[in-house]
């Protein structure tokens, strides 16, 4: 029960930052920044140290959970090659992008529910680890589900097509994210192979934090401030990890 309370609470964070990409368009990519660093740093600090203690076994001559990481960073990358190219939410649209940008829209759509259901999944999976893993991946998920809804709202209002799609966002997010929490938390699987599909679940989170945010951070803003931000979410993750 605690699973799905907390994969349902990554859908008001999915509302929240649509509200933010509606109310303050000027400012967001201070929090774009802030939550690439606060990304990287739970990865960096806390994921990938937990991944490699629960599974040490060689792939090759390379461990193991490396390739998983690796493999999940490309696979994302390869969907959104096949999907169609991802632009940057601040980045201008010419009118021969829009007859594209809505294909690609409706494939990245089917994408954006797939990953997001596997958010549900890994956030399941840790907490059968422990508490600790657990509320770490969450973290993952609420700054990411934040960053998702403030993008997707901004791209949909660039492109025209908040009133016709937007309200179909919170629905889609809470059924993915909530099924994948369902299912995972009624799955069995060891130790070893839960590290492999966490470091896949890492290897997601480094490609949404330098593919997707931090370029939208940098679009159109000066960089110092920006990088700044990333920095301080750096630190501020630095921080918590530490204490737990």
């Known amino acids: 029960m605690l699973v799905i309370t907390l994969a349902a609470t990554t859908v008001l964070a999915t509302f929240f930052g649509g509200m933010l990409a509606l109310r303050a368009k000027d ?21 990938l140290p937990e991944i490699f203690e629960m599974n040490s076994n060689n792939l090759i001559g390379v461990k193991t959970v490396s390739v998983a990481l690796i493999a999940g960073f490309l696979s994302l990358h390869f969907i959104e090659q096949f999907a169609g190219s991802h632009e940057p939410a601040e980045s201008d649209y010419g009118h021969d992008h829009t007859h594209a940008v809505e294909i690609a829209g409706t494939v990245g759509a089917i994408a954006m529910a797939g990953h997001i259901f596997l958010d549900g999944v890994a956030l399941a999976l840790a907490f059968k680890v422990s508490n600790a893993l657990g509320y770490a991946v969450f973290i993952a998920m609420i700054v990411h589900a934040f960053s998702d809804g403030l993008n997707t709202v ?14 179909y966002l919170l629905a889609v997010d809470a059924v993915a ?39 939208e951070a940098h679009s159109k803003h000066p960089s110092k401030v920006t990088m700044l931000a990333t920095l301080s979410g750096v630190v501020i993750m630095w921080a918590v990890v530490s204490n737990l």
């Open 27 to 47: 400012r967001f990519h201070l929090v774009l920044g802030l939550s690439a660093g606060l990304l990287l740093g739970l990865v960096g600090f806390d994921l």
């Open 154 to 167: 901004a791209l949909l209002i660039k492109t025209g097509q908040w009133r016709s799609r937007g309200k």
């Open 177 to 215: 994210r909530i099924g994948g929490a369902a299912i995972g938390s009624s799955l069995t699987i060891s130790d070893s192979n839960l590290a492999i599909y966490l470091a896949a679940f890492s290897g997601i989170v480094i490609y949404l934090a330098t593919s997707h945010i931090l370029p």
